[in-house]
């Protein structure tokens, strides 16, 4: 006879409170002593492979106004489309690419910055190969559960356009939210949180 299953309920979530970019970078936020470098804040070294690029950019409000206390965190695989992680089944990847990183946004500007390599391509639960991306977890005060999105390049338009997660965003205006233009090796990815050029954001 089946048995009924016992169901954990979903914990009761809370704000991210108005000192999260401290606790999280203290050293950031002139804090020392806690960390000798704060978690998060180098993903690349002098060994790792694949093309050096700058990934910087503000998060906006609605009244287009930097936030100046907001925390990113972004995922993504290194040059060969490898992920940094024990369920990575496809290869080894780079030893020397973390994958992860973490920053707030500055005090004074609201602008974020992280230093990491191009992300190779890798592929969709389908097998489709995705265009190469970055993805994006912000918090802030106020936002009581973490947004998710995806930072695409401007220079790989025929990688973008054969995207399955682009293909699926019915508003087809929105799209160029995602969507972050280069200059030279940097590439700037402003995300806004509400108004008329609201990033999409995905509920994963």
Request: with cysteine.
């Amino acid at each position: 006879m089946v048995q009924p299953l016992g169901y954990l309920k979903e914990s009761p979530s809370q704000t991210a409170g108005p000192y999260v970019h401290i606790g999280l970078t203290p050293n950031f936020s002139g804090i020392g002593g806690v960390y000798d470098a704060d978690l998060g804040a180098t993903m690349v070294n002098e060994k790792t492979l694949g093309r050096r690029i700058a990934v910087i950019g503000r998060v906006l409000d609605g009244t287009g106004t930097p936030l100046k206390d907001a925390l990113i965190e972004i995922w993504q695989a290194d040059a060969s489309g490898l992920y940094n992680s024990p369920s990575e089944l496809r290869g080894s990847a780079d030893p020397n690419f973390t994958g992860w990183g973490r920053c707030a946004t500055d005090g004074t500007t609201g602008e974020y910055r992280f230093e990491t390599v191009k992300p190779g391509r890798v592929p969709f639960r389908d097998g489709r190969p995705m265009a190469p991306h970055i993805s994006f977890w912000i918090v802030a005060r106020g936002i009581n559960l973490g947004l998710n999105t995806r930072m695409y390049f401007g220079d790989e338009e025929a990688a973008n356009a054969e995207d399955p997660i682009l293909a699926r965003i019915e508003h087809r205006v929105r799209v160029p939210t995602l969507i972050a233009p280069a200059d030279g090796d940097t590439y700037r990815f402003d995300i806004h949180l509400q108004g008329e050029k609201e990033t999409v954001f995905f509920d994963i």
